[in-house]
């Protein structure tokens, strides 16, 4: 891959998440708002599923070779060739209830390793994304002021800001002792959740982000965006990639202890 064709693939990923931002934006708390429950009990809106069809229609019309994978409409995403992996709306629960904070995330995968990542997240007026080499980047809006981020230099959990998305999630999960663990010795413990937690570990805001359990589609955007900022992503047992199940975002310095802390095993 050129840099010339990995630009290409980034302004396509944009483009998307401007498909998407047009669809989502104008639903979220909008009073006829469509809320079912899937199997799983997680939530879904008709904004999820419209953004993520006409998602699939513009890769399907731009890309048609490319495999695509949707937290709605299924797929794979193999080792060999390239796939794209959606998911609509980060955050539907919060979507659902009228909190702002939820995103489209974008990613491009070359043999099975994501090389470009979005995450647009248009309520909070703000937008996240990476290509490989090229650096991560946000932004205040949507096509406004583009600024260059970078993880943080904190180096011991004593100074570390960790979030997570769900305490509950590690109860379920069966590692929240683990959770504890590593909070009493971090300095503050916040919930930002969700995708927001990893862009904000990729912009120097947050230390460390602990995803107790994942999809592919919630962690495959935001892993380019955080290691394109300098940082790392793996899973709580320290695999590398978005498809363990669940995910630890850092700045890299603090990866090995809070691993050590978190002491979750296969």
């Known amino acids: 891959m050129t840099p010339t064709e990995r630009r290409a693939d980034l302004a396509l990923a944009l483009q998307l998440a401007d498909i998407a931002d047009a669809i989502t934006l104008p639903r979220f708390r909008a009073a006829d708002l469509r809320v079912t429950a899937k199997p799983d009990r997680t939530p879904v809106t ?48 919060n979507f659902s209830r009228g909190m702002p904070a939820w995103a489209s995330l974008i990613a491009l995968c070359e043999d099975g390793v994501p090389t470009v990542g979005v995450a647009s997240a248009p309520a909070l007026g703000r937008r996240w994304w990476a290509a490989a ?32 998305t769900n305490l509950n999630t590690f109860r379920e999960e069966g590692i929240l002792d683990g959770w504890l ?28 982000a602990v995803e107790p359990a994942a999809n592919p589609w919630d962690l495959a955007a935001v892993q380019v965006i955080v290691e394109e900022a300098g940082g790392r992503l793996t899973d709580l047992r320290g695999v590398p990639g978005f498809t363990g199940g669940n995910g630890l975002a850092s700045n890299g310095l603090l990866h090995a202890e809070a691993l050590a802390a978190l002491g979750v095993t296969a």
């Not at 904004?47 to 937290?71: N, V, W, Y």
């Not at 981020?149 to 959990?157: H, Q």
């Not at 969700?194 to 947050?206: N, P, R, S």
Request: proline residues 3%; hydrophobic residues 40%; negative net charge.
């Open 46 to 93: 008709d904004a999820d599923t419209a953004a993520e069809d006409a998602l699939r229609a513009a890769i399907t019309g731009q890309r048609p070779a490319d495999a695509i994978l949707g937290e709605e409409g299924g797929g794979t995403v193999s080792e060999q060739g390239r796939g794209w992996v959606l998911d609509p709306i980060d955050g539907t629960k």
């Open 133 to 164: 080499g090229q650096g991560a980047w946000t932004s205040d809006r949507p096509g406004g002021e583009a600024r260059r981020i970078a993880v943080t230099g904190v180096a011991t959990l004593a100074d570390c800001y960790v979030s997570t």
């Open 181 to 208: 663990a590593l909070t009493d010795r971090c300095w503050e413990t916040r919930a930002f959740g969700d995708f927001w937690q990893h862009c904000l570990v990729a912009e120097g805001v947050v230390d460390l």
